[in-house]
């Protein structure tokens, strides 16, 4: 299982704009748009609570189309309060329908009998990403004096000093390296073994 991370507000509005407005609602192209960004790398999760103890289902509607589309996605895990949904379930329904996120009219969460209530819509996104470690210039995993001494190095353009990662010593998010850089990388040291 990758690891998921939990975003920041521009998917956290996507999400809520697709699914609040249960049953139906309107996709938002800007919604869209960021959810095709996404690819396969989201989940949606939620907590419910339903009178049957059915899982909530995604529902994918097309109204418009003669005969009218309603294609239900099961979630890929749901224990009693919280659902999992996987992009990647989403996005091969969209290929069983030969359909893609354009196509749509409205998403709507919902469940086959009895009342359902969903809350606490999350998309959580998996990064692909490492997490960086600032100060760790020589990429070991650890932020140490041995980083110090090779960023003053690269600094004073000694031949065999490299950066393998340059972004971690930029301390003064300026997108450039210097001396200020390093000597805030020496204080954040200081802090960090004190
Ligand atoms: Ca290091
Ligand atoms: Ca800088």
Redesign the pocket.
Known sequence: MKRLLTTVLSLVSAATLLFTNIPICKVDAADIAALKRLGDTFAVEMNYTSTKGNPPVIALQRWTSEPPLWHAVQPSYFNGDKAVFLASDILSAFNDLDIGYDDLDGVSISAYGGELTVSDIRILVNSGEKQLLMGDVNDDGNFDIADIVTFQKWLLAVPDAKLKNWKV??????????V??LCLMRRALIYKET
């Open positions: 010593a930029d301390f003064c998010k300026d997108d450039r390296l210097d200020f850089d």
